[in-house]
């Protein structure tokens, strides 16, 4: 789970970002933020998934071999069945997209994997989205033909051959889905560091999108606040990022139950690590005040 400090950096950097004072919409803000903060994150779960994938592409290669021989004498024997025709189909739709799941494998395995750049990342994983959807697709081909062949008794034995195929094929697609969900399995131990770093980046997004919710929501009620012991207080006089670390910092003071002495700490580490020289002095004397203010001691 991501922690508090995480949390807290990314409500400031996506305040900045947002600049409450007429900057970009904070919604319309949200995704390409998302895309930037997690980029590092999502590049490592990536790269995880898809050595897991070329490991299935392993024990895939065997089987997809045995149905390239086995389709030959399907296809012909459903070629004598004319009442069969949409069984055929689906079966050359099916070659068609193992085909191309092969070919979306091979372009995936081409592509540099660690290379830092913004484009570079993006065509990874908009690889490894395609090789999903034609798995997808192939997984749905797959159970039409073995329910389809249920209407033609007389061919359930000259069909079982490739029809065990397909079902040993199914298994390393099953195997796919775990990989490309594996929030969906968590009985599966060998899958726990995708999980986790998987739910980690979207806990983060949530954690802060909420947090960020409340402080613009209430933004009205902190600005009074901090204008009552800012002297001429106007939030676009103050420097962004002060003004990013003060309104998440009030905003706890008012509405947290943690103590007002470790809320003014944490502001002023994230005044030290995003503000200018002159934030954690300036920072630490205006929470001081709120939090006296608020404790009723002025």
């Known amino acids: 789970m991501p922690s508090r400090r995480q949390i807290r950096e990314a409500v400031i950097q996506f305040l900045y970002c947002a600049d409450l004072e007429g900057g970009a919409n904070a919604a319309a803000l949200r995704d390409p933020f998302w895309e930037f903060v997690t980029e590092s994150d999502r590049r490592s779960l990536h790269l995880a998934v898809f050595r897991t994938v070329h490991h299935l592409a392993h024990g895939r290669k065997d089987r997809l071999e045995e149905f390239v021989r086995r389709h030959t004498?399907?296809?012909?024997?459903?070629?004598?069945?004319?009442?069969?025709?949409?069984?055929?189909?689906?079966?050359?739709?099916?070659?068609?997209?193992?085909?191309?799941w092969s070919t979306a494998l091979a372009k995936l395995e081409r592509l540099p994997k660690d290379d830092a750049d913004d484009t570079v990342a993006a065509n990874f994983s908009s690889a490894l989205d395609h090789l999903f959807l034609i798995d997808r697709d192939l997984s749905n081909a797959r159970r039409q033909f073995l329910e389809d062949m249920e209407d033609f008794p007389a061919l359930?034995?000259?069909?079982?051959?490739?029809?065990a195929t397909l079902q040993r094929l199914q298994r390393v697609s099953d195997r796919l889905?775990?990989?490309?969900?594996?929030?969906?399995?968590?009985?599966?131990?060998?899958?726990?560091?995708?999980?986790?770093?998987?739910?980690?980046?979207?806990?983060?997004?949530?954690?802060?999108?909420?947090?960020?919710?409340?402080?613009?929501?209430?933004?009205?009620t902190i600005d009074a606040t901090l204008a009552a012991v800012v002297d001429n207080f106007a939030p676009e006089r103050i420097d962004p990022v002060d003004r990013a670390i003060l309104r998440l910092a009030t905003h706890e003071i008012l509405q947290s139950t943690a103590p007002p002495k470790v809320i003014i700490n944490e502001a002023i580490e994230l005044a030290k690590r995003f503000g200018t020289n002159d934030s954690k002095r300036f920072v630490n004397g205006v929470l001081d005040q709120i939090a006296k203010q608020s404790a009723g001691e002025i």
Do not use: C, Y
Not at 74 to 84: G, R, S
Not at 197 to 203: G, H, L
């Open 156 to 163: 359930h034995g000259p069909l079982q051959a490739i029809a």
């Open 73 to 100: 004498a399907a296809d012909i024997l459903l070629a004598a069945w004319p009442e069969a025709e949409a069984l055929k189909n689906t079966l050359t739709r099916i070659a068609g997209l193992e085909s191309s």
């Open 177 to 220: 889905r775990m990989v490309e969900e594996p929030e969906k399995f968590p009985e599966q131990s060998d899958l726990a560091s995708l999980r986790e770093s998987k739910t980690e980046i979207q806990e983060l997004r949530h954690r802060t999108d909420e947090l960020v919710d409340q402080i613009i929501s209430t933004k009205e």
